[in-house]
């Protein structure tokens, strides 16, 4: 298992693939007009709501070319580039061997009208407004990629830890597949109704994570979908992604979106939350 440097030596026994050992797969909507009360109802119960075709795969192939040549920039202006192993310093590759280094890019649709436009479809939208019960603006927004044979895990989180937003706060997340993501290439995969349990103590592990001792042995769900299926959840749903280990790549798109009227507090109140050590609670 590839880890984040430093980590790598605490965290070499965890057997991974016991964490993500599905009970069921989704139950997904077919498109984002199939939303009605019975779906809003589930997501508020679950946490989570999975939708088969969200984006026309017309879209899905314009949003990856469009990240396909975020990527290939040689020096990325407006956004950000994260490279797996870029902690050990190396240099980045270039030309076509970038596609498979790059892990993360984000804060590129102010760059980047052809994301810009599924961020803020007017049918997502609309769609996140119903679950967040009112008028949402982006706060965050993201490309998740998973290279073929190794794209790391991302261990399992709530993402309320990382936002400084009033614990109530409704925040929505919207993940979008551009490729089709299955098990074996690290789809999504949540707890249900664990965001009814509230903030869950995370420790810096091979990220910051919840322990993995209080994920073991129970059961999730995995979420596969087709390029331009989506996944909506809710910021205290836990999840995770496994790595890939199958020979495709496993590329999304990651929205966070907010009520307008909220505002960020400071930092301590979520490490209060959500900060496990020095807390007399073990990992
Ligand atoms: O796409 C993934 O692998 C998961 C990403 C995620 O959950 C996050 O960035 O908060
Ligand atoms: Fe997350």
Known sequence: METKDGMAVRQADVDVAALYVARATAVAIGSLSDLDDEAIRRYEESGYLAVTQALT???ARQGTEALTELILRPVPEGYQVQFEGQLGGAEPPQGEARLDAVRKLMSFVKVEPRLNAIASHPHLIQAVERLAGGPVRLFQDMALIKPPRGGREKPWHQDKAYFDYPLDTRVVGVWIALDEVTVANGCMHVMPGSHREGPQP???RRDWQICDTHIMGKSCVAVPLPP????FFDG???HGTPPNTSHLRRRALQFHYAPVSVGTVDPAIRLHAFGGEG???TC
């Open 236 to 238: 205290l749903l836990a």
């Open 57 to 59: 795969l017309e879209e």
């Open 279 to 281: 807390r007399h609670v």
């Open 202 to 204: 995370h420790f810096t």
């Open 228 to 231: 331009g299926g989506l996944l």
